[in-house]
C-alpha cells in the first residue's frame, strides 16, 4: 500500500536553529515528491517538485532533498516567519496523479 | 484569476440542510481537485476534474456528496443533508496539468450544527 510518513508531528526551535524534517514513502514508482507550506486558516502553499533520487531544490532558508525511500526539508537559520506546517506528497507512477498525503509536520520557530 | 478563489469563506448550517461550496480555479488551470481537511487530519481526497474527462469521483465519502465543473472552469461542491460529521475545511485546487504542483485556494471552512 502505497503510504507517506511525515516526521516529527511538531517541532519546537529557537530562531537560527537549524533541523530537518521527515518525509518517509513508500509507493509503487514515485513520479514525484511535493512539498508544500500550509499557515493556520490558509490552504497549503507550493514549495518544491523533486523527481529523482540524488535531486535538490532551494528556495531561501529551504532546502529540499530526495533519496529512494525518503526527502528531507533542510530548514537553515530559521526566522518566526517559517512557522507553519509543512506538508508533503507522493504521486506514484501508473497511479490517476493523485496525491498521497502526509499528515505535516508543524515547525514553530521561537524568536 | 490571479488565485484560485473559493467562497464562501465560512458556513455555518443545520444539520440536515443542503450547501453548495464554490471553487473559482486559475484560468487556463485544466485539473481541478476538491479536498476535504479535518482538524489535525491530512487532507482526504474528494474528487478530479481534468480538462473534458470524466472526473475521478472516487473519494467522495457518501452519495450526499456530488460536484460538477461548468465550462472547465468554475467548480460547486454540493453536501446534500448535512451532518456533523461532515464539519470540515473544504479546500479547492487547480494545476495546469495533473503532473504539476497545485495551487490551493484559502478554502470554506464548513460547520454543521
Known amino acids: 500500500e502505497d503510504q507517506v510518513t511525515q516526521s516529527p508531528e511538531a517541532l519546537r526551535l529557537q530562531e537560527g536553529e537549524s533541523s530537518s524534517l521527515n518525509c518517509s514513502y513508500t509507493?509503487?514508482?514515485?513520479?514525484?515528491l511535493f512539498w508544500y507550506r500550509q499557515d493556520p486558516g490558509k490552504g497549503p502553499e507550493f514549495l518544491f517538485t523533486?523527481?529523482?533520487?540524488?535531486e535538490e531544490k532551494e528556495k531561501e532558508r529551504l532546502k529540499a532533498t530526495l533519496t529512494k525511500k525518503e526527502s528531507f526539508l533542510h530548514i537553515t537559520a530559521p526566522k518566526p516567519e517559517d512557522s507553519a506546517t509543512y506538508l508533503c506528497?507522493?504521486?506514484?507512477?501508473?497511479?490517476?496523479?493523485?496525491?498521497?498525503w502526509g499528515a505535516g509536520t508543524k515547525l514553530i520557530i521561537k524568536p | 484569476g490571479a488565485g484560485v478563489s473559493q467562497s464562501p469563506s465560512n458556513k455555518v448550517t443545520e444539520k440536515g440542510k443542503d450547501v453548495e461550496l464554490r471553487c473559482d480555479p486559475i484560468s487556463g488551470h485544466t485539473a481541478l481537485y476538491w479536498y476535504r481537511q479535518s482538524l489535525g487530519q491530512g487532507l482526504e481526497f474528494l474528487i478530479y476534474?481534468?480538462?473534458?474527462?470524466?472526473?475521478?469521483k472516487s473519494g467522495l465519502p457518501s452519495d450526499r456528496f456530488s460536484a460538477e465543473r461548468t465550462g472547465g472552469s468554475v467548480s460547486t461542491l454540493t453536501i446534500q443533508r448535512t451532518q456533523q460529521e461532515d464539519s470540515a475545511v473544504y479546500l479547492c485546487?487547480?494545476?495546469?496539468?495533473?503532473?504539476?504542483?497545485?495551487?490551493f485556494g484559502s478554502g470554506t471552512r464548513l460547520t454543521v450544527v
Open positions: 523533486l523527481y529523482s533520487a540524488g
Open positions: 509507493v509503487s514508482g514515485l513520479r514525484g
Open positions: 506528497a507522493v504521486q506514484a507512477r501508473g497511479s490517476n496523479y493523485q496525491l498521497i
Open positions: 485546487a487547480s494545476s495546469p496539468d495533473r503532473a504539476s504542483g497545485y495551487t
Open positions: 476534474f481534468q480538462g473534458n474527462s470524466a472526473p475521478d
